[in-house]
């Protein structure tokens, strides 16, 4: 893969940090997981925390260290010495109060490139301490998701994730610029302004139209068809369509023989003409089953899905060799998705999985120089866990 030999230390916890380094391992990279010698506390959530060690840590190693104690803190400084990149996403300050912070780290180690993932950049909240929820409300995302008067978070960690890729674009960026002047630099990313960057569609709207945004459950959409539909055999389907001739390919599939009129000839006439044609769409579409609909809709290259819920992916074909079968904590094994970005024919593989606590303790260390009677000295004095490798070890 094209990062191999590339280092990284990982300090990320829960989702950010951690998505930076899932996708520079899925990419090659050498990635060591720095975690306390308890672990990482994500190993233990309850909840939809349940799965973040597992999806995000995938092709990393484990070092489990002490930063608060001065061997623990020593190590670390050794390692990012000769690391290519750092990630963390600690609160603000911490990792100048651990002596780990970028300027204490950039004499001895002048061609780092160090990955700050915070709440917010540089500015009058920058000390704010942020969560993904907490982003999703501020920018408005959670406005525009939800029912009018019920802001509503999406579904999945988003933000979380998105601004850990685009720490990783400032990453690969940083290191194409460290080819040519042979210096690291400090790349930061963020949440809030991850979010704010998905609303610049609708700022964009809402300065053309002069008017307020309205959330998407009660916009008017760009396209006359772009809606959910009942089936035949209670499931729903998503369908759009979003030009002229998919309209004419659309009406002449499914028989809507009494919609292909001059008036409904034009995508912005049909939008006037909505109050219309999604109640005859509707009553179409409810004689169908899904799977029928599913088979006209193909045939006739429409944007279409059924909705699912997240478990139906693991049924999904076109996933099929797309989903990288890893370990759970009790050993049993589950596909998960690939990073999706395929290198030339190359997709990223399971090279190892989810590490237990401080599985690669010993391996870093005695590659650091460390001699097994010096690591035995640590793991005594409890400034490092060593263990065997595995799915877990409490």
Do not use: C
Request: a negative charge.
């Amino acid at each position: 893969m094209p990062l191999a030999g590339l280092r990284v230390l990982d300090f990320g916890h829960t989702v950010m940090g951690p998505t930076a380094g899932l996708v520079l391992a899925d990419l090659g990279a050498d990635v060591t997981r720095v975690e306390p010698p308890g672990g990482d506390p994500t190993r233990k959530l309850k909840g939809f925390g349940n799965g973040y060690f597992q999806f995000y840590n995938r092709n990393k190693k484990s070092l489990a260290l002490d930063l608060k104690s001065a061997d623990g803190l020593a190590i670390a400084k050794r390692l990012a010495a000769r690391a290519d990149v750092l990630i963390e996403n600690f609160g603000p300050g911490t990792m100048a109060r651990l002596g780990l912070s970028y300027d204490d780290l950039k004499d001895a180690a002048p061609r780092l490139i160090y990955l700050s993932l915070k709440g917010y950049l540089p500015g009058p909240h920058e000390d704010r301490t942020a969560l993904d929820e907490v982003v999703q409300m501020a920018t408005g995302l959670a406005y525009m998701t939800g029912p009018p008067g019920q802001p509503l978070r999406a579904g999945a960690s988003v933000i979380d994730v998105m601004g850990g890729v685009f720490g990783v674009i400032g990453v690969l960026a940083a290191l194409r610029e460290r080819d040519d002047t042979g210096q690291g630099q400090q790349v930061r990313a963020s949440l809030f302004e991850s979010a704010a960057f998905l609303m610049g569609q609708h700022l964009a709207y809402g300065a053309i139209t002069e008017t307020q945004v309205p959330p998407m459950t009660a916009r008017v959409s760009a396209w006359s068809v772009y809606d959910q539909f009942d089936t035949a055999d209670q499931r729903r389907v998503f369908l759009g369509v979003t030009s002229d001739a998919q309209w004419n390919r659309f009406t002449g599939t499914f028989g809507l023989f009494d919609l292909e009129t001059p008036e409904l000839a034009t995508n912005n006439a049909r939008i006037d003409a909505r109050g219309t044609i999604i109640p005859r769409i509707t009553q179409r579409l409810a004689a169908l089953k899904a799977a029928e609909i599913e088979t006209l809709a193909t045939g006739a290259r429409l944007p279409f899905a059924l909705v699912a819920r997240p478990e139906d992916l693991w049924d999904n074909p076109h996933l099929s060799g797309q989903m990288l079968h890893t370990a759970l904590p009790d050993g049993r094994r589950v596909g998960l998705p690939i990073t999706p970005v395929q290198m030339g024919d190359r997709l990223a593989r399971l090279d190892r999985d989810p590490p237990g606590i401080g599985a690669d303790t010993t391996d870093v260390l005695l590659d650091l120089g460390l001699t097994p009677k010096d690591i035995a000295a640590l793991q005594d004095k409890g400034v490092v866990r060593a263990a065997q490798e595995g799915p877990e070890n409490e």
